[in-house]
């Protein structure tokens, strides 16, 4: 839990070269194994420590909109993790149904504690020994762990094929390097962002959710249904 953040973050939306640098490492991420007729397995992680407390609704909302952009694709398993309080690491089962999940999540309320990022990543490392998992989502906004332990398992991950995504709300630097170093290691993204830029999150985690369900061609389609963001992905897929 950062310090001095109770505030919204003043900063302005995320810079044109903060996204296309985040666009550019989703196309490369590699393509995500699902097979026909199966559905894609997404793991949406989630700091529910004090400091998130302003924007969690607004988070909640945002992730409901995911499994809509995956619909026409077989639709998206989401499983939903979050941490607060006294090492207090919670997960559902993989949910198929948006309504369900935002009914999870709504009843969450944040509660002041340290991070456990390294105890997520553990988390995904886990899951998909036993089921494949395509990708994760990460959102927070600090980090007060062991960098070299957690990065550890994010290169862990990057071998098991998980990509993270981590969306980092802005106020924190060195929580900004170290999600841009797990989004590396893992063959992920990193993408820094306030409230004021909710379309454009809504737009990147909606490519993020085509791009588990159905990999690099689908994310195309989408794109060029879309537009915006999604469709300035579809353009860096076709310059791999």
Not at 42 to 68: G, K, N, V, Y
Not at 163 to 174: K, L, S, W
Request: charged share 25%.
């Amino acid at each position: 839990m950062s310090r001095n953040r109770d505030k919204l973050p003043s900063e302005s939306a995320s810079s044109s070269s903060d996204v296309n640098a985040f666009l550019r490492a989703v196309a490369a991420a590699p393509k995500p194994a699902v097979g026909a007729g199966q559905r894609g397995r997404l793991i949406f992680a989630m700091d529910a420590t004090a400091s998130r407390e302003p924007t969690w609704d607004r988070a909640c909302h945002l992730q409901a909109e995911m499994f809509e952009a995956t619909a026409a694709l077989g639709g998206l398993d989401v499983q939903l993790v979050f941490y607060r309080g006294f090492r207090e690491c919670k997960t559902t089962p993989f949910i198929s149904d948006s309504r369900a999940l935002a009914d999870r999540m709504v009843r969450v309320r944040c509660l002041g504690g340290k991070t456990q990022i390294g105890r997520i990543l553990s988390h995904a490392i886990n899951t998909t020994k036993k089921q494949k998992v395509n990708a994760m989502v990460f959102v927070g906004d600090a980090f007060e762990e062991d960098v070299d332990a957690v990065c550890h398992k994010a290169g862990e991950l990057g071998l098991l094929g998980v990509p993270v995504f981590m969306f980092h709300e802005r106020g924190d630097p060195i929580a900004g390097r170290v999600f841009q170093q797990i989004a590396r290691l893992s063959g992920g993204a990193y993408s820094p962002f306030d409230m004021s830029s909710a379309k454009q999150l809504k737009e990147l985690l909606g490519a993020v959710a085509v791009y588990a369900a159905g990999g690099h061609k689908a994310l195309a389609d989408y794109g060029r249904r879309q537009g915006g963001a999604a469709l300035q992905l579809t353009n860096q897929v076709g310059k791999r």
